[in-house]
């Protein structure tokens, strides 16, 4: 008996123990905690999952199975009579993302439409009865699965990395690839007796990710053309029911972030698109429109033309399941994501926005980079400088200079404007009037905060890329970095998917190919910049295809406010664009000098007569991991002024490694009491770094609460303020503790846990 009470008693305490693990407030909101005492588990974004990513043979109801699994989700496949995705399953949450069979793709080529694997007779599209699946049938107009290959994940593009961004990003990632083949139906064309199509599947360590695109490999004797495509056709599992006669204006889709690389401005979902399941006949919405069909396509096109021998890749899908509706989290699994599957992104040089190409002007401002220890200059828009001019004087005066920049340990680049510039009628893009919007403004007729009208370019006006103009363009910014050897392109007004109805530009057709066609050439262009170790700073959303950083979130003529008002903003603007965004990835903006009509109130030179103001922008960038454009003539203008930059550079690169991990937001700055960040990283020694400010007319003592669970400490804490002796804090069981903050008016502090 007493043996039997002892066990229970071990069962409640580990009960509680496991609840208590499990459970906690952050911020006032819940947070997911996993137990350590399983390594099941343990918290994917805290510590190596320890399963890798495998391709499993199984079978389910005697048929057999192919299953993509990491130990966070997995994605199976029944490969008879026809290959489908049968099963779709969050591992974390123990959930189904998957609730009906689709096809793995669609195609449209030369005018017909064509299924790719899939199965028919699935009765009940709420759930799959794994009991129905042997009563499913082929479709015999469907491309026919053949066979698989897996191999691990091979690179997508080259990437020639920098010093400054984090040494331990692993390029590819580690994983592995799963390839599907299919050949044409028996009753397809003979033209297509030889054409197949490949559907690719890449799942990765440590993370609950895959990716999926498709190739098309044009065997036949004649060319063909593919019209349109679907890559992926998802039948969700829907997140929010409604009975409404009209649907809710603002539907909750799935809980799982999906992402292309065709993306532009600043839409990552630019090529996704949530609709309803015609399949769905049982839903409870009245009219059956429940957005759980997820359909990646491009909106429009691409309508290009295949050879013999040719093969077409599509661009690629990103799907990231998440674990909680918890904001911070599903936030730093998306920031997990950028970093796995482009670690470009973690690059954060410390740049100057040099205002004046003059050699003589730029090899001071490199002198002075130098001497506070800036890692870069770009000669920014307004400088003069002029990628375009290929003459063999022009191109070796800024060889000369790139030299000299690298003697000083400083990379050189500057500033091109590609689109949102009139060159001609003829090379200009022609947008009909009657152009279906969606193509434009990214399905909802808006395009950068401005209504737009049809027939205008998102811009108002822009070159096309595949113009005679825009082909030669490429050419001489390419000839240019090849002569010159700079190491960076500022690349302003990039392109934002306009279509063209020209029928006489050498690198389109018309108006169904020319979104895909200018897309290929402008992410191309951006792939070649990374293999040469070009950094790319782009305001646009083109990461996933070699971008490093854009704007972290302003408005630009808010830089033309007095800059007392500009410290504030600032700072809302980093904490807001942080939720999607690794600090990396944004940049913020100084005008030292005027700027979109600024005057002197708004500016900070000359510098030592607001070096107060310009200390507040130093510090809240630095101490957030954030850098910013510093545009003007110079950096410093007395040793005082240089004083505190190098101040600020050498907080930085002293905190490096914490201050470029993830930011869990605190609170948002408001103008009432203090606000803060804190960064964290269970992986570095410092595994926290807390910063607070204090936006207030008088100083002020608080008791700040902060989660320490994604730093990965658990029990204790030595927190040190600034470079003082540190202090013992025990961490409580919900991973908290508090901190006592005394701050004085205007002003700030920081923290480093260890």
Not at 323 to 347: F, N, Q
Not at 589 to 610: C, H, K, R, T
Not at 637 to 644: E, R
């Amino acid at each position: 008996m007493k043996h039997l009470k002892d066990q229970v008693l071990i069962l409640l305490v580990a009960t509680i123990f496991l609840f208590g693990c499990r459970s906690g407030l952050e911020h006032e909101q819940s947070v997911i905690h996993y137990s350590k005492q399983d390594d099941s588990s343990y918290d994917w974004l805290l510590y190596e999952v320890n399963q890798k990513a495998e391709l499993i043979k199984e079978e389910i109801e005697n048929k057999e199975v192919l299953r993509l699994e990491n130990g966070l989700i997995s994605r199976s496949f029944i490969i008879e009579p026809n290959l489908a995705c049968i099963q779709y399953k969050n591992l974390m949450t123990g959930e189904a993302i998957l609730r009906g069979v689709k096809p793995e793709a669609l195609v449209k080529i030369d005018g017909r439409n064509y299924e790719v694997g899939g199965l028919k007779g699935q009765e009940e599209y709420a759930y799959i009865n794994r009991e129905a699946l042997g009563k499913l049938t082929n479709n015999p107009i469907a491309f026919r699965f053949v066979d698989y290959t897996s191999n691990p994940i091979r690179k997508r593009m080259e990437w020639n990395r920098k010093p400054y961004g984090d040494p331990k990003a692993v390029w590819p990632p580690k994983g592995i690839e799963l390839v599907l083949n299919f050949e044409a139906p028996a009753n397809a064309e003979k033209k297509l007796s030889n054409l197949t199509v490949a559907v690719h599947y890449e799942i990765y360590d440590g993370i609950p990710l895959l990716s999926k695109w498709i190739t098309i490999e044009n065997g036949g004797s004649t060319d063909i053309t593919i019209n349109s495509f679907s890559s992926e056709l998802l039948a969700a599992v829907e997140y929010e029911v409604s009975e409404e006669l009209a649907p809710p204006t603002n539907w909750q889709t799935p809980n799982m972030h999906v992402e292309t690389d065709m993306a532009f401005s600043s839409k990552p979902d630019y090529a996704v698109f949530w609709e309803s399941d015609p399949d769905y006949s049982t839903q409870v919405h009245y009219t059956r429109k429940t957005p759980c069909l997820l359909n990646v396509k491009p909106p429009i096109g691409p309508n290009i033309d295949i050879g013999q021998g040719e093969t077409y890749e599509s661009f690629r899908t990103w799907e990231l399941i998440f674990d909680s509706t918890e904001r911070e989290r599903k936030s730093l699994a998306l920031r997990r994501m950028y970093r796995v599957i482009a670690p470009w992104t973690t690059e954060n040089p410390i740049y100057m926005h040099a205002a004046n190409a003059d050699p003589v002007e730029i090899k001071k401002n490199i002198d002075q980079c130098a001497e506070v220890g800036f890692e870069m200059v770009i000669m920014t828009f307004g400088s003069g400088l002029d990628m375009e001019n290929g003459s063999p004087e022009y191109l070796s005066q800024y060889k000369k200079l790139t030299d000299y920049a690298h003697s000083k340990g400083i990379e050189l680049g500057g500033y091109s404007l590609l689109a949102s510039r009139e060159i001609s009628a003829t090379e200009d893009v022609i947008v009909p009037d009657d152009a279906d919007i969606r193509f434009l403004y990214n399905n909802d007729g808006i395009g950068h905060g401005v209504e737009r009208k049809k027939g205008i370019p998102i811009f108002g006006h822009s070159p096309c890329l595949e113009g005679n103009w825009g082909q030669e363009y490429f050419k001489k910014i390419k000839n240019f970095y090849e002569k010159t050897g700079m190491d960076i392109l500022e690349h302003d007004g990039s392109y934002p998917g306009d279509i063209c109805a020209s029928n006489n530009h050498p690198g389109h057709k018309g108006l169904e190919d020319s979104q895909w066609s200018q897309w290929k050439e402008i992410t191309d262009f951006y792939k070649w910049c990374r293999g040469k170790g070009i950094y790319l700073n782009i305001p646009d959303w083109y990461f996933l295809t070699g971008s490093s950083a854009t704007c972290m979130t302003y408005r630009e003529d808010n830089n033309a406010l007095p800059r007392e008002r500009q410290i504030m903003l600032n700072r809302q603007n980093i904490f807001d664009g942080t939720w999607n965004k690794i600090s990396a990835m944004g940049w913020m903006f100084v005008p030292l000098m005027s700027y979109q009509g600024g005057g002197s109130d708004a500016v900070i030179e000359p510098i030592e007569e607001n070096l107060d103001i310009y200390e507040m922008q130093l510090s809240q960038n630095f101490m957030s991991g954030v850098q910013a454009c510093y545009r003007g003539p110079r950096l410093y203008d007395t040793d005082k002024s240089k004083g505190v930059v190098k101040k600020w550079v050498d907080f930085y690169k002293k905190h490096r490694e914490i201050l470029d991990s993830d930011i869990i937001h605190i609170r948002r700055p408001d103008g009432w009491d203090y606000d803060a960040i804190m960064h964290v990283n269970p992986k570095s020694e410092e595994k926290a770094l807390l910063v607070v400010h204090n936006p207030l007319e008088e100083a002020i003592t608080r008791n700040i609460k902060i989660s320490l669970y994604y730093s990965g400490l658990s029990e204790i804490a030595m927190v040190s303020e600034q470079e003082e002796k540190p202090v013992k804090y025990q961490i409580d069981r919900d991973y908290n503790l508090t901190i006592p903050v005394t701050i004085s008016a205007k002003s700030h502090t920081w923290f480093v846990i260890k």
